[in-house]
């Protein structure tokens, strides 16, 4: 690996990251740069593009690419992404780029049918199975709510070994460059198992406010979302994630963090306490 990468240094390989404008993809990105090493950001919005529905534009996004962090958008349950990552893959090392490392799921029929077809494709592959990220509070759906003091989920007393974004990243960029991970898989969790009442319950406390959780019918929740014109795809894939995602199946930790970076993964409680100091959390009117 040392020797590839005098190459990369020399400007002639590349590390393209999909998602690189996304939550885990554009830490990565960071730590990449940070590190020295050329990058390519794989989205929609930049020059070339990247994107998943148009397949025209993979070919000129691998152009010198020695590596490839593997996100699927909007998620690996969408239809057709097991089929597109395969596709890709094998575009991929068809191109030149020999090492994926792919951001999965834990356990997902879906997520596993992509696995499979990635592995198939020749590459040095690496798999990181995440559990729910914790920065969805912070970072994505579930921000607003939190603000407005009350969120609402068909979630109930199943618990979640909630990930830290930071280590998935610190993870990816370390199995993106170092030796070591080909035909590994990792499963990265936090340390504690929380139910999404007991991650409220923290961020609350946290950000010194009181926030209450409000659980609900996965088939009420579906439909407040589609009255609200959240487009029908969306909806689907939220039902998914709470219907067959947090069923309990992946309600055990995992020790990736440790076995890739050599420390405890990060507790929910420090990602907490971080973002409350941010004052996000007591934005747009909070009380």
Do not use: C
């Not at 879906?110 to 798999?127: F, M, N, P, V, Y």
């Amino acid at each position: 690996m040392r020797n590839h990468f005098r190459h990369v240094e020399a400007g002639q390989a590349i590390t393209l990251v999909l998602g690189g404008t996304g939550k885990t993809g554009s830490r990565v990105v960071t730590r990449l740069r940070e590190l020295g090493l050329p990058v390519r950001v794989g989205s929609r919005s930049v020059d070339p593009p990247f994107d998943w529905a148009d397949r025209s534009t993979w070919g000129p996004a691998l152009t010198d690419v020695a590596a490839v962090y593997v996100t699927y958008y909007p998620d690996l349950a969408t239809p057709g992404a097991p089929e597109a990552v395969g596709a890709f893959a094998d575009l991929a090392v068809r191109s030149g780029a020999r090492r994926l490392v792919m951001l999965s799921g834990r356990g997902e029929p879906e997520a596993e049918a992509a696995e499979k077809l990635l592995r198939a494709s020749g590459a040095d592959w690496t798999i990181l199975r995440a559990a729910w990220f914790s920065q969805n509070f912070s970072e994505n759906y579930l921000l607003e709510p939190v603000q407005a003091g009350e969120v609402v989920l068909p979630a109930g007393d199943v618990p979640e070994p909630f990930v830290d974004v930071d280590d998935i990243a610190d993870v990816a960029t370390a199995t993106l460059t170092r030796d070591g991970h080909s035909g590994q898989i990792y499963d990265l969790t936090g340390p504690r198992l929380l139910t999404m009442a007991d991650a409220v319950a923290e961020i609350g406390a946290a950000a010194g406010r009181t926030i209450s959780f409000v659980p609900v019918p996965a088939g009420d929740y579906a439909a407040a979302l589609a009255a609200e014109g959240v487009p029908g795809e969306v909806v689907e894939l939220m039902f998914y994630l709470f219907t067959i995602v947090l069923d309990g199946r992946n309600a055990h930790l995992g020790d990736g963090v440790q076995q890739v970076l050599g420390r405890p993964a990060r507790d929910f409680s420090d990602y907490a306490r971080d973002t409350a100091a941010t004052g996000i959390w007591t934005q747009k009117g909070a009380v």
